[in-house]
């Protein structure tokens, strides 16, 4: 399918191409640990220096994400989060902020649930830029890539070290936004890669597609960030971010005054990291 | 729904009944997905496979399973004439190892030197960990803290067998959580490690290939029944967790359009109190670990937690092919509460002398009250999937006997 539209991900990662940096990426689970502490780092993310927002949908059975996510997925869910809401978060977001794009990323049945023609209309309407599904592989592309580019959504691929030279050009077929990168085979916030195999992993890629590529899993310093945003045009950094969180939890699993300007502090720093990196 | 020609067809080459099935796989294991599934194709146009799978099945496990006239609780019932598949008589104890000893020969052509299996009952977990043993090769078996607790004697066996058992604390602590984190060891080992997937459910091709090693059930049944009563039986009965004791026993009758076949699901406490594991009943269709099916959710699409009595039942979803066969009729699906499975339990076990598996007793539960329904010609086959020494323990609980005290 060709995708003739554009969205806030192609304007930004023009401009990080012109600014000559990569980008930082963050990804916090919506509603984590409540819905109003969660808005408000939402809010402050692009100040703090993210470049994209990759916006969790909590899911009670995250299959490929290690405990950090797992937990912080539970603690959105035990807050009433559901898929309504966390397009009512994006919907808040965007009063404020109509340039930095937002991706949703999760796993399919709660958008199969609600309907997938139906979602793509509403997260459209409320502002989302595209979408990662991380059970969706190219296999299924017609359950919600196909429906998410006609209705002017990018659905971004995940590629992984066991994505062979055979595969990825199935794998990038319909990909647009950005293509991420999966630099280990794991579980969310586990082991992380060496720069040189990230380097080597980007350059195979390269070969198969124009698009951007963003590189996440176990990335959590904002030297890392760095490093991995000298070789790749992003660097998504999730469960590090949610550590922060869970930090910043008391006893009963409420926020602690001043968690959100921690977690911001944090974005900042690997937002500070990212902005070292040359092109 | 139309109906179909045939209904051995299944899956299409998506990976499909119908709607259900499919690979709904994050991209770190598709690679391995598709390799397992040309394998898989390759084993099964070999005679060799088939050659060493049948030696095993003979001499390992002991098929085939006899095909055993209950004459008492014929009596009892009143009806049609029962006769029980005693998968409860394979090695092991249950239908669990047909299906592992085919995987682990497949793993061993793959070259893949670590197992990873999910269990509930245990009966999946000691299988597994019994052909590892077998084979020397390492296994990695999760299960459930509620499962670990309520299948002790399963958890022993498997320690024996020199299997690791991994115990799942997250979420409902039972079959569902532990399908998870068999899925987390995958994706992080996938290089050197097979996923031997226990039912006949997860990602294309395991719903077929599960299906296909279960189907020796089934296959016997129509040779012993033909010897017995010198025709095909009328009536079938089986009880679904994931549902491949059941469709190992179906599968080979589905295009004989007079056989009337049921699956009995759980339905714990009452499908009326929300506490139970009846995906077809009670549930809508939905997507988890790898496969649309069945599934019991919420409003948002979040997964709930199943509640049965039986460990190896207590699933919130269904195996695609079992969700297909639904929506197209050909098979009936009811539920079974707790209370009427215990009560199948003592009946057989009183009776026959045979204690069933709290899994098989909800087979039984329905075949109490149908058979009396039925004319005295009428051949019905119950499928006894494994044997209840692993549930007694629970029953024990149930009936307030304190085990080792009161007795």
Not at chain 2, 331 to 344: G, H, K, N, S, W
Request: net charge negative; charged share 25%; aromatic share 6%.
């Amino acid at each position: 399918m060709t995708v003739n539209f554009e969205t806030r991900l192609d304007r930004r990662f023009a401009k990080l191409k012109a600014e000559g940096r990569g980008g930082l990426v963050t990804f916090l689970t919506a509603g984590d640990p409540d819905p109003v502490t969660a808005l408000k780092i939402l809010k402050g993310l692009p100040a703090a220096g993210a470049d994209v927002i990759e916006l969790g949908m909590p899911f009670s059975d995250p299959m490929a994400d290690g405990p950090a996510i797992q937990a912080s997925s539970l603690r959105a869910l035990n807050a009433g989060m559901t898929l309504v809401k966390t397009l009512d978060q994006v919907r808040e977001f965007r009063k404020d902020d109509d340039e930095t794009p937002i991706v949703l990323m999760g796993y399919y049945n709660p958008v199969y649930h609600y309907g997938v023609d139906k979602f793509v209309k509403d997260a459209k309407a409320a502002g989302v830029d595209g979408l990662i599904v991380v059970d969706l592989p190219p296999e299924e592309e017609a359950e919600l890539c196909l429906p998410a580019l006609a209705g002017e959504i990018n659905f971004i691929f995940l590629t992984t070290p066991t994505t062979d030279d055979k595969r990825l050009p199935t794998v990038v077929k319909n990909a647009s936004g950005f293509v991420y990168y999966v630099s280990v085979t794991g579980v969310t916030g586990a082991a992380s890669a060496q720069v040189t195999d990230v380097e080597s992993a980007v350059a195979r890629i390269r070969k198969y597609t124009d698009l951007p590529i963003a590189v996440g899993f176990g990335i959590n310093t904002p030297q890392a960030a760095k490093n991995v945003a000298d070789v790749a045009d992003a660097a998504v950094v999730g469960s590090a971010l949610i550590k922060v969180i869970l930090e910043n939890l008391d006893k009963n699993g409420k926020a602690k005054d001043g968690l959100v300007d921690k977690v911001l502090r944090f974005a900042q720093q690997l937002g500070d990291g990212v902005r070292q990196s040359k092109k | 729904m139309s109906k179909p020609n045939t209904y051995r067809e299944g899956p299409d080459q998506n990976g499909r009944f119908g709607i259900f099935g499919g690979q709904f796989v994050a991209e770190t294991l598709m690679p391995l997905v598709h390799d397992v599934a040309e394998a898989y194709e390759a084993a099964k146009n070999d005679p060799e496979f088939a050659r060493e799978k049948d030696y095993y099945l003979a001499q390992y496990v002991g098929r085939p399973s006899p095909l055993y006239f209950a004459e008492r609780l014929t009596e009892e019932f009143g009806g049609a004439k029962v006769y029980l598949k005693r998968e409860d008589l394979n090695h092991t104890g249950a239908h669990k190892i047909n299906n592992t000893i085919g995987q682990i020969l497949l793993a061993r052509r793959m070259g893949k030197t670590r197992i990873i299996a999910e269990t509930g009952a245990g009966q999946h977990g000691v299988a597994t960990a019994t052909v590892c043993a077998l084979f020397n090769i390492p296994c990695t078996i999760y299960m459930g803290t509620k499962d670990i607790e309520r299948q002790a004697p399963n958890v022993f066996r498997m320690k024996m067998l020199g299997a690791e058992v991994k115990p799942v604390t997250v979420g409902s602590c039972s079959l569902k959580d532990a399908m998870n984190e068999a899925i987390r060891d995958w994706v992080t080992n996938v290089h050197d490690t097979y996923f031997l997937i226990g039912t006949a459910a997860g990602m294309h091709p395991f719903p077929m290939m599960v299906r296909d090693f279960q189907c020796v059930i089934g296959d016997e049944v129509r040779v012993q029944c033909m010897e017995a009563e010198g025709r095909l039986p009328d009536t079938l009965v089986a009880c679904i967790g994931g549902g491949s004791n059941a469709i190992g026993l179906f599968h080979p009758f589905l295009d004989e359009p007079d056989i009337r076949i049921i699956g009995t699901e759980a339905a714990g406490r009452g499908i009326e109190t929300g506490k139970h594991a009846a995906s077809l009943n009670a549930g809508s269709p939905g997507v988890l670990h790898g496969n649309r099916m069945y599934l019991l959710q919420d409003d948002d699409g979040q997964v709930l937690e199943a509640d049965s009595i039986s460990a190896g039942l207590d699933y919130p979803g269904i195996g695609p092919e079992h969700c297909w066969l639904h929506d197209t009729g050909r098979v009936e699906y009811v539920p079974i509460t707790d209370d009427e499975a215990l009560e199948a339990f003592q009946l057989m076990t009183r009776l026959e002398g045979i204690i069933p598996a709290l899994e098989s007793s909800h087979a039984l539960a329905y075949v109490k009250k149908l058979a009396p329904e039925l004319p005295k010609d009428n051949i019905l086959v119950m499928n006894l999937s494994g044997r209840g020494d692993k549930d007694l323990n629970t029953v024990a609980a149930h009936m307030g006997v304190e085990m080792g005290v009161s007795l």
